[in-house]
């Protein structure tokens, strides 16, 4: 489903924040990025959802290239930033409704999912508010119903439990466990290793641009605790 081969970006100063790197996710599988503050991780996901450009590698989405065919592979995936930059003078119910005008998503399709994920995260009866008025969690669990609305192929999240109360974030790996048995893939950052050891199938840790451990689980935590096996790595 997502295919990275070789991806390097390097910022105007000369830093490189992503090193030759290669990862794949294949369909149905949840795989975690793990990394330090500034290790590469929100730039290769801005380079894989086509914000932004890269000097080498490709980069595949259910085997489109992003820069060759940006707008394909974006209809088949939606991506959720950890701090989301929402339209503050819309309503929350007028926002996901332009976003589903956006993606086609008929109006039963679309009252059907945005009733049922408000209802989950509580925020039914804030819908007619407007967005500016929001916290960051609620401004949280409404870029959530605006991607999980569009039924992604691929979703793509940085740091998705930052802001949430611990039942949204309980909530929101139920779903994620949902989307990969239905055959969607997720490909998500996180800090919290407790929640990405019990929640991936597949785990890379990042590390000043490179990538210095990648597989399975089980291959990369052994019969260590995957913080054990990051600490360890962080201080190498």
Do not use: W
């Amino acid at each position: 489903m997502l295919k990275i081969k070789g991806l390097e970006k390097t910022y105007p100063k000369g830093k490189k924040a992503v090193d030759n790197i290669d990862l794949e996710i294949s369909k149905g599988e949840i795989f975690g990025f793990i990394g330090h503050n500034g290790a590469g991780k929100t730039t290769t996901i801005k380079c894989v959802v086509g914000i932004l450009p890269f000097e080498k590698g490709q980069i595949l989405i259910d085997g489109k290239d992003i820069t060759k065919s940006p707008i394909e592979c974006k209809k088949i995936m939606a991506y959720i930033p950890d701090n989301p930059d929402l339209y503050e003078l819309l309503t929350g119910i007028q926002y996901l409704n332009f976003i589903c005008d956006l993606y086609n998503i008929s109006a039963l399709d679309r009252k059907e999912t945005i009733d049922k994920y408000a209802e989950m995260f509580a925020i039914s009866q804030n819908l007619g508010d407007l967005i500016q008025s929001y916290s960051h969690g609620m401004k949280q669990k409404l870029a959530l119903i605006s991607a999980l609305v569009r039924k992604p192929k691929l979703l793509i999240l940085d740091e998705p439990f930052v802001g949430l109360d611990p039942k949204a974030a309980f909530q929101v790996k139920e779903i994620m466990k949902k989307m990969c048995e239905e055959g969607s893939s997720i490909f998500f950052s996180t800090h919290v290793l407790e929640v990405a050891e019990k929640l991936c199938d597949k785990v890379a840790i990042i590390k000043d641009g490179k990538i210095v451990c990648n597989g399975t689980m089980e291959e990369v935590k052994g019969n260590k605790s995957l913080e054990d096996v990051f600490l360890e790595l962080a201080d190498e």
